[in-house]
């Protein structure tokens, strides 16, 4: 998921010379196989960073909004990353803090996702200044080695997000369009998917990017009813989406703020132009939702959704496949309705990745202390 900072931000790239404190692991993955996927060994400058997402072949997608960009990398990680069962990072924004020069309270979580091999946990964060924001990307290996990844000497690729929405432009609730421009990702079937709002008549898009960089691809604009401001949305991005397999149909689960659930075949988004999609969930105006996973316990999958203002909250995607489409608006505004959800207790949530096949690694924000922290939940409890 990526980050709503309204900061503006300033295009830099923190170097190690920044802080003095930043560790790299000894052994990079040979360049060819990188060099031949169209990456190359050189500086990324990031105007933001936001939502991240890994393939399974390690290679790391990385949203910069403002830039309207996205960026592959090649982390080039070798081992294994060691967290303990329960507590995986403590004080995790006072760690970064130490790294970008500032104080925890000036530092701001875009997302976090998992090596597919190493198990290392990566984030983007953005130090506020007086100026505006600082961009960086903060890798996690183990409860206290917390490091800044070089971007400055990184395998790279880049591809300009089609179709940006205007750089000065305001949404209709007068947000500026950039920050909206890319709100989550996900790699399918070899490409990467991109949700957020484009430059189209109808501005909600999903665009698909195929990987290595190149032309092609396509962009789809959406639509769905939206059950607490009854009508029919095309101006409000999808917050968060998961690629998932309803009742045999590769489809994606898309969640919108205030806070409709709906689904969208993946073959009917692959025909472009415009499309509506099914709302089958309401999850209760006020709120939205920041982040979505599906996992596997005891033999059935379920999908987990993080809300800003809600509880976690589990959903059974057979439930969603056979759900009837939701037209009407609920009667009140944080009403629930359509598919039912289990509330995990929790609180402070921001975001979650899977975590191998008992865990499910959670940051957020302790609401006692305010501090900023990894956790892990067992998938038996959830």
Known sequence: MSTRSLFRVAPVVLAATLTGAMSLPEHRTPGAARDALGMHLGAVRLGSAGALTFNEDAILFLADSRGATLWALDPAESGKATFGERDLVADLDLKVAGLLGTTRDKIRFGDMARHPKTGSLYFTVSRVTANGSDPALVRARGPEQVELVDLEHIRNSSAPLPEAPSADGKTPWGQPQWTLAITDLAFVDGELWVAGLSNEQFASALRRIPFPFAKGGGLTTVEIFHTSHDRWETAAP?????????????????????????????????????????????????????????????????????????????????????????????????????????????????????????????LMRDIDTGAVKVVSYDKKWL
């Open 238 to 362: 999808i917050d968060a989406f998961l690629p998932i397999t309803l009742n045999g149909t590769p489809s994606l689960l898309a969640g919108y703020g205030c806070s409709p659930i709906a689904t969208f075949t993946r073959a009917d988004l692959r025909k472009g132009g415009h499309l509506r999609g099914r709302t089958v969930a309401e999850l209760g105006g006020g709120s939205r939702p920041v982040d979505m996973i599906r996992y596997q316990r005891e033999g059935k999958e379920w999908v987990l959704i993080a809300n800003s203002a809600r509880t976690l909250m589990r959903l059974d995607p057979d439930e969603i496949a056979r759900a009837p489409e939701m037209t009407k608006a609920v009667d009140h505004a944080f009403q629930p309705a359509g598919v039912g959800y289990l509330p995990v207790a929790s609180a402070g949530v921001m975001h979650l990745t899977d975590f191998g096949p008992e865990m499910v690694a959670v």
